[in-house]
């Protein structure tokens, strides 16, 4: 009971500790001897490192109110165009981008349900998300309703491979995709929570013949 406590509040003063060795840049414009202990010469004070943070928060939200406007989409763009031009950084920022899109774009590429196939053999499932559901050509030649499904690699699910499965070999799950993407980036050892949901019994079912 009072390990997850321990781990949970170290974790966050940890998590804290890190972000404010970025966020505490922003009180460059304050003398040292008045934000940090020690006449200047010691760490930032806590409380400052508290309103630094709070300040970046309210930076990030201005700016993600920013971009709905015409001139900050332009800026957002620019800048993401700059980002993926710097040799190394941009196989980073490709990957972790379109990571991002694939859990929260709503356009029609992005996963749209969680499922389970046999690939890449009967009687051994992979883990995959459902790209599209109308697949033209493919699906008039063969004569069957064919779903488009990605199955991705692990632990990078930006990798992966695309294969076309009748509807009816599509085990569908409840899985959110969020959380299967997470089950593949983190190799299958943190699986989602699963709560099977059970009809309740009609009232007349339960009751005894006799009754």
Not at 32 to 38: A, N
Not at 155 to 176: A, K, Y
Request: aromatic residues 12%; charged residues 15%; contains cysteine.
């Amino acid at each position: 009971m009072v390990l997850p406590v321990v781990l949970s509040v170290w974790l966050f003063v940890w998590l804290f500790g890190t972000v404010a060795n970025f966020t505490d840049k922003l009180l460059f414009f304050l003398p040292r001897h008045f934000t940090r202990s020690q006449g200047g010469a010691g760490p930032v004070l806590w409380y400052w490192s508290l309103l630094a943070f709070a300040v970046a928060v309210l930076l990030i939200a201005g700016i993600g109110r920013l971009t709905r406007l015409y001139v900050g989409r332009r800026l957002v763009e620019g800048f993401d165009a700059l980002l993926r031009r710097v040799p190394l950084f941009n196989k980073i920022y490709s990957t972790i981008k379109q990571v991002n899109d694939a859990i929260t774009s709503d356009k029609k590429t992005a996963f749209k349900q969680a499922v389970l196939l046999e690939y890449p053999r009967a009687g051994c499932y992979s883990l995959g998300f459902i790209t599209s559901e109308q697949q033209g050509e493919a699906q008039a030649k063969t004569g069957q309703r064919l779903l488009g499904v990605f199955v991705p690699t692990t632990p990078n699910p930006t990798s992966g491979f695309i294969v076309l499965v009748p509807e009816s070999q599509v085990l569908r799950l409840d899985m959110p995709v969020a959380e299967g993407i997470k089950f593949v980036m983190t190799l299958g050892s943190v699986p989602p929570e699963y709560r099977p949901q059970t009809a309740p019994v009609p009232a007349t079912a339960a009751a005894s013949p006799g009754a």
